[in-house]
């Protein structure tokens, strides 16, 4: 870290630097893309995943913390850029380096206002384009007659702003067309059977041929981050089973996590023991059903009810103890909500006796199919260069060939002492990402019986404070969720509510990217590489 | 082996010598009870198979199907009927209204022409002319512009997605279906129906043609799975990714009329391989074989041709609901680039089985 910060700090002499769980340099705007190419091409530097971007409102100033990391040499680093102007804030983008960047740039401006220099698309990414003012600002206006609820239809349109800095240091707001009038576009969503819940694709087709996609997000946008900030900490809990409803038991995990090492909470054993059983059986469950649904889209509707049998089982097994199928509310801070239930061991066990000859049969009924091969050999190639500047993490990211399992990469809890292998391929195809979920489900179930015969004895949840605050200060933290590294960053004021609560959902960056590999496909092709993706709506919608 | 001819000749002699009618009015109302019978045979083959075809993919994916209307569910698709007749027809704006109505009909009439050709049993078909076959391939290709027609009258773009997939699928696969025909038809010897049936007394087709006959009936096979738009060929409805294709915006009885005839062309190309590779309503006859034909002719002729037709519709469904969906451009290249020089050679081959008389 101390080597990261002299290269730094000996190329951007008013970088300034803050000591936290990770370095954070604090730059001015003018240098801050300059500083941005620095970290991403320097040799040793080499930041090529952007993590996400934070948004943020100080009161005082706007501002927003970009969060990176190197995949080569597994480092971390954060940056925090603001501005004073509240009135028409602008920061410069970074979209040309990261390509991700540009949609995390459009949340930002959608939830914040603050306008970024050069990308070429600051449409609002959420909310609706008639919204008035920037919800996550601390000033926002809430009351309803500001955004009353419409009755008309969703307004929409066929431009997009674009905000160019001409040579002599103005600005300039120009308008730029998404579709030409001559493109044939259909509107795939937001109720179609293949989006997996309410997203849209507005896609201009030429014949079959896909020409390109306009990704339309947050239909189901709830606003959590919002919300949250009214909260108390052990309410916010319980968003993190609506966000990706299959990921409960993961982003429960994390943000625990989060909390209790603000607050300076050790959690027991056994807790810890839990929540990764409980993680690696949501891991499963969630990756049976991604192969029931791809194969349904597929045409292969049986292969459905074959993926559904092995879920149920385990959503039974959750049932008994969390008493919830699906929203669980299971974690809890200092551990979990409440002790296993008598039969869960043998449960378990039972669960892990069919899974081996279960995948047999999948891969017996499906994966050697020859349709099935020729759908998916080949179709929608993510390079690795891609998947990291897209950030598209998880199975997808492995899929290409990047080792981005943050249980291997930054091991958490107890995945340190675990002894498991991380999937990784190097086609990219969507074949390579249904084979990796198909493998990932027998790395789960080795991790699982390690576990099961020794959970130790303890209590699953030590004291914590009828009221809990947090020191001042911010952390960020990852985990790895079915679909890939989500993140929480929390940033606190010492009060008893989160001052900033960000989320960062994989199914974000997983949509975004679907433009980037299905242009030139065809139609059918979108089905199979949206579905090998495997996005959940409600993740990236928040 | 019972002649069903005895049992129409009777009707006719009824109404032209007992009642005394003309034989303009004879023949008219023998029409009449035809197309009832037709009409009536026709919906409730439709219905079974319905049925028939839930049950089966319940079977393949562990679950029971319909089990609560009547014994085994076998009431549950007229019950079904019935809502779908009551169901509002709704009008949609911005559609080419006339179109948009006759669309159904067209599918609709397609299939039922094709249905009445077939041999029945042993002199039980509607009318006996020396192109049965011919007749029957080409009433079956009215059913694409029917369906053209609805994904262009609907006035959006799935639609017209699903009519394009469709008509592209259909005129390809025709190919193949002709071609194979065609073999069957160079080893017949006729395009007659009824002789091509008899011509099977003593062994099937698909035994007496052996290799050719084989290969013509798997080319067949694949073809015809193609011509009824079903899985792995279902791509003009492909519901992940057109929603319902062509038929999207149809409603009530509209929409029933495209369910139906896309059950009934199901029974239709499993029947026409029936007549042509499994001998029609012929029994099961191996020669030499004295006793067994003897007791193989015991079993009606009708419940042969029906019994064999749904046993091929069994591994059509079979199909759909094992394999994934093919993509347009490889679905045709299966066809331009497999079937069809497949088929070519095939014919080949069976004329120069007949040439030299290879065949047993």
């Known amino acids: 870290m101390a080597e990261i910060k002299d290269t730094i700090a000996r190329l951007f002499p008013e970088a300034t630097f803050e000591d936290g769980d990770t370095l954070l340099v604090n730059i001015p705007d003018k240098r801050w893309h300059d500083l941005a190419s620095t970290l991403r091409d320097n040799s040793e530097l080499k930041f090529d995943f952007l993590v996400t971007i934070v948004g943020m409102d100080w009161a005082d100033k706007l501002g927003c913390y ?19 102007d509240k009135e028409h804030p602008m920061l410069h983008s970074v979209h040309d380096l990261w390509q991700i960047a540009g949609i995390f740039e459009r949340e930002v401006y959608d939830f914040f206002g603050i306008v970024f220099i050069g990308n070429p698309d600051m449409r609002r990414l959420f909310l609706d384009i008639d919204w008035k003012g920037f919800p996550l600002r601390k000033d926002f206006d809430e009351s309803e007659e500001n955004n009353p609820v419409s009755v008309e239809s969703e307004r929409q349109s066929d431009f997009t702003d674009t905000w160019v800095e001409l040579p002599d240091g103005e600005v300039e707001k120009r308008q730029v067309r998404v579709f030409q009038p001559e493109d044939f576009v259909v509107n795939i969503g937001p109720q179609h059977p293949a989006t997996h819940g309410v997203l849209r694709f507005r896609t201009a087709i030429d014949g079959e041929t896909i020409k390109k996609i306009d990704v339309y997000m947050g239909y189901i946008h709830r606003g959590i981050e919002k919300i949250c900030e009214k909260l108390t900490y052990p309410q916010t809990l319980h968003f993190m089973d609506r966000m990706d409803y299959f990921s409960g038991h993961p982003y429960h995990h994390c943000l625990c996590m989060t909390i209790e090492e603000a607050a300076g909470i050790e959690i027991s054993r056994r807790a810890q023991v839990i929540r990764v059983i409980m993680d690696e059986l949501s891991r499963i469950a969630s990756h049976c059903l991604f192969i029931g649904t791809f194969c349904m889209d597929l045409g292969a509707t049986t292969m459905l009810f074959y993926t559904l049998r092995v879920r149920e089982q385990i959503l039974d097994i959750m049932e008994k103890t969390c008493g919830a199928r699906m929203t669980f509310n299971y ?24 899974l081996p000859r279960n995948i047999k049969e999948y891969n017996k009924l499906f994966t050697g199919n020859v349709i099935t091969k020729n759908r998916m050999e080949g179709v929608g190639v993510l390079s690795k260069e891609d998947a990291i500047s897209w950030s598209v993490t998880g199975p997808s990211g492995r899929a290409s060939g990047w080792a981005c399992d943050v249980r291997k990469t930054d091991p958490y809890s107890i995945y340190g002492e675990l002894d498991f292998e991380q999937v990784v391929k190097t086609e990219g195809d969507s074949m390579a990402r249904f084979k990796v979920r198909m493998e990932e489900m027998e790395q789960s179930a080795r991790i699982i019986s390690q576990l099961i015969d020794n959970i130790p004895d303890g209590e699953y949840c030590v004291k914590v404070p009828k009221v809990l605050k947090l020191p001042a200060g911010h952390w960020f933290r990852t985990v790895e969720g079915c679909r890939g590294t989500f993140g929480v960053f929390l940033e606190s004021d010492g009060t008893t509510s989160p001052y900033r609560l960000k989320l960062v959902p994989p199914s974000l960056t997983a949509a975004a990217v679907v433009d980037h590999i299905t242009r030139g496909n065809k139609i059918a092709d979108l089905i199979t590489i949206g579905g090998s993706l495997d996005y959940i709506v409600p993740d990236m919608d928040r | 082996m019972f002649d069903f001819s005895l049992l129409t000749d009777w009707i006719d002699n009824l109404l032209e010598n007992t009642l005394g009618m003309p034989e303009w009015l004879a023949t008219t109302v023998e029409c009449v009870l035809v197309g009832l019978l037709l009409l009536t045979v026709y919906a409730v ?33 007229f019950a079904d009927m019935f809502k779908m007749l009551i169901k509002e027809l709704i009008s949609l704006n911005h559609v080419d209204k006339f ?15 094709a249905f009445a050709v077939l041999p029945w049993g042993n002199g039980l078909q509607i009318i006996n002319f020396n192109i049965g076959i011919f007749f029957l391939i080409a009433v079956s290709s009215i059913g694409v512009l029917g369906i053209l027609l609805a994904g262009w009258s609907s006035n959006n773009k799935f639609t017209l997605i699903g009519a394009m997939r469709s008509g592209a699928q259909m005129v390809s696969y025709e190919l193949s279906i002709g071609l194979s025909v065609l073999t069957m038809v160079a080893f017949a010897g006729t395009m007659n129906v009824v002789e091509i049936v008899e011509a099977q007394n003593n062994l099937w087709f698909i035994f007496s043609g052996h290799i050719p006959a084989i290969i013509a009936f798997i080319i067949y096979m694949i073809a015809g799975t193609a011509e009824t738009n079903r899985g792995p060929f279902d791509l003009p409805e492909a519901e992940s990714e057109l929603t319902a294709g062509y038929h999207t915006e149809y409603s009530g009885m509209h929409f029933g009329f495209f369910y139906l005839a896309e059950y009934l062309n199901l029974f239709i190309v499993s029947g026409v391989a029936t007549l042509l590779f499994l001998g029609g309503w012929m029994p099961l006859h191996i020669p030499g074989w004295e006793g067994f034909n003897d007791i193989m002719n015991y079993i009606p002729s009708v419940v042969w041709f029906i019994g064999k037709a749904i046993l091929l519709s069994f591994v059509i469904i079979w199909f759909k609901w094992t394999f994934p969906r093919l993509r347009i451009d490889q679905m045709l290249s299966l066809e331009w680039k497999y079937l069809l020089p497949i088929n070519l050679f095939n014919l080949v081959l069976m004329v120069l089985i007949i040439v030299y008389n290879f065949h047993f």
């Open chain 1, 66 to 84: 970009y969060y990176l990391t190197s995949t080569e040499y597994n480092t971390h680093i954060s940056v925090k850029v603001t501005t004073e």
């Open chain 1, 331 to 354: 974690g809890a801070i200092g551990g979990v909500m409440q002790d296993l239930a008598p039969d869960f061991v043998q449960d378990v066990k039972a669960l892990l006796e069919v």
């Open chain 2, 45 to 77: 083959l439709a219905l079974f198979y319905i049925w028939y075809e839930r049950k089966l993919c319940a079977a393949f994916q562990c679950r029971l199907g319909p089990d609560r209307v009547g014994r085994w569910g076998l009431l549950q698709s």
């Open chain 2, 99 to 113: 179109l948009f109505a006759l669309a159904p009909y067209l599918v609709i009439l397609a299939s039922m022409i």
